[in-house]
């Protein structure tokens, strides 16, 4: 499997392991995104010429494709401009009232965490916050506990963005709807690197991001049940009819949180990121994602300076990344240093301070994560780098 | 691999850094930390007579951040307030003898913005 070759970027030996932050565009996008620029483009839904035609035909079709992806209906996938705009759509759309309690969980990535403490403070609701166990997996058995009838939003993550860990969203969400709790997932890390069927979760919304899986920046998607939640932006499109007096916005339809002249490009290159997947297949990129994972996991583990974060590929369910600290490095050098060596990795606390801060950790983390079109030899250069960091600070 | 900026002296401050703590009863203090990585670095200081007589600081954070702080509090010990306010990234470069990206400038001015944030300068 030659896959860095579909990746401009990767041409010249760059290793790059910060996938879990953004990942490199292969040709089949960057030229899809080029090919409607250069044949295709105009404004959408308006137009009346045949090219507005065209582009409002393409920019449904991605939503069709996306919703498709995740195995929910097209007309409940909206497009937003990431994950985080998704959460914040969610967040003060629901309209809170004064004593809802919003549950959280620690693994969950800031996108997750301050809109909702946003949208709380507004009106005087609560937000709670899980256990983990002492293999930092959520305590599920906590969750259950804190789950009540004044349980109105569950804010889980499908799959942390530092520890990895695919979360057990089976097992919880079935309890979230006996107390009628609206449940958001967060899905930026998940869509990725395996098949989700939001629809068979049972959750209420599902958001996640193109720039993290192939796809260009500033497009994401939000799958929402219930259509009916206010509208976070408005403006042009998402009305039926305006007058001096007041407007009435559309209803039962994605285009109610689509205020203004969407990403058009965005969404058609975020098509051929799916497509791309899609051509590659899941399973295999499942795969070898695990064996860079076990691979990477057991050498660090051989390392005695080396501290991995988390359960052990072997006991429990996770995506390719790894975050660990290095015993006298501190993680920016860390990081520093590979970077001077043509390897890419995160240092730092991830977005997640508040996770940081129940593992006592105020230096941060160093995290490599992985794509598929990382290889063995990228792991043996990562390998080797770390060697030198150690060497550096002896 | 180009190791300059981890050249001897920075790790040796890094490892075995000059005024680390904090001081009992200071007439300034001032807490600054650096979004992009978390370091977080607290200066307590004693102006006496328009000098800073004493100078120390808690953080942490990186080499490049801790090394910066142990060079530019040693360097600014017994100085008056107002050479002090003379200086800038120029200084921490300097005493640090390196060149720095953007990102860990920010490591290394960390110090330099909580001296003045105590001594209200900047």
């Known amino acids: 499997m030659n896959i860095k070759e579909d990746f401009p970027i990767l041409k010249d030996g760059l290793v790059y392991l910060d996938n879990a932050a953004t990942t490199q565009k292969p040709r089949m996008v960057i030229d899809a995104v080029k090919g409607f620029y250069e044949e295709d483009y105009a404004t959408i839904h308006r137009g009346l010429y045949p090219l507005s035609v065209t582009a409002t035909r393409h920019y449904e079709a991605a939503r069709e494709k996306v919703a498709e992806l995740i195995g929910v209906p097209s007309n409940n996938l909206i497009f937003t401009s990431g994950t985080t705009e998704a959460i914040n759509l969610v967040a003060h759309g629901l309209v809170l009232k004064k004593g809802d309690e919003i549950l959280l969980t620690p693994h969950e990535h800031h996108s997750n965490i301050v809109p909702w403490q946003e949208a709380a403070k507004k009106v005087g609701a609560k937000v709670i916050w899980c256990k983990l166990n002492g293999d930092l997996t959520l305590d599920v058995d906590d969750i259950k506990k804190k789950l009540t009838k004044k349980t109105r939003v569950l804010a889980i993550t499908h799959v942390s963005n530092v520890l990895g860990t695919i979360n057990p969203l089976e097992e919880i969400i079935p309890h979230a709807k006996e107390h009628d709790t609206f449940v958001l997932v967060d899905g930026a890390q998940a869509v990725p690197h395996m098949r989700v069927h939001a629809r068979r979760l049972g959750c209420d919304a599902y958001a996640f991001s193109s720039h993290k899986m192939y796809g260009p920046t500033g497009i994401g998607a939000l799958f929402l049940k219930d259509l009916s939640l206010v509208p976070l932006c408005t403006g042009g499109d998402m009305i039926d009819d305006v007058t001096q007096e007041g407007s009435v916005f559309a209803e039962n339809e994605p285009r109610r949180f689509e205020a203004g002249t969407p990403n058009i490009t965005g969404a058609i290159g975020f098509a051929a990121a799916i497509d791309y997947i899609e051509k590659i297949g899941y399973d295999v990129i499942h795969a070898h994602e695990e064996q860079l994972l076990r691979k990477t996991w057991k050498a660090l583990e051989e390392q005695p300076r080396v501290h991995l974060l988390g359960p052990a590929p072997e006991t429990h369910r996770r995506a390719g990344l790894i975050t660990f600290t290095i015993e006298g490095a501190p993680p920016h050098d860390v990081a520093e240093i590979l970077g001077r060596q043509n390897v890419c990795i995160r240092a730092g606390k991830h977005c997640a301070h508040p996770l940081h801060q129940y593992l006592k950790l105020d230096e941060g983390t160093n995290r490599v994560s992985f794509a598929f079109y990382n290889s063995e030899e990228d792991v043996n250069t990562l390998l080797g780098a770390l060697q030198k960091v150690q060497e550096v600070f002896k | ?122």
């Open chain 2, 1 to 122: 691999m180009s190791d300059s900026l981890y050249r001897e002296l920075i790790l040796e401050e890094y490892k075995h850094p000059k005024n680390k703590g904090t001081l009992e009863k200071p007439t300034c203090t001032c807490k600054k930390s650096n979004p992009v990585c978390g370091d977080e670095m607290t200066i307590t200081l004693i102006v006496n007579d328009g000098i800073v007589t004493d100078i120390k600081f808690s953080c942490v954070g990186c080499a490049i951040s801790q090394a910066a702080a142990s060079l530019f509090t040693e360097h600014i010990k017994g100085k008056k307030v107002e050479e002090i306010e003379n200086m800038d990234e120029k200084t921490i470069l300097e005493l640090l003898g390196i060149e720095l990206n953007p990102m860990r400038m920010k490591c290394a001015v960390l110090v330099l913005r909580a001296v003045a944030g105590a001594l209200e300068v900047k």
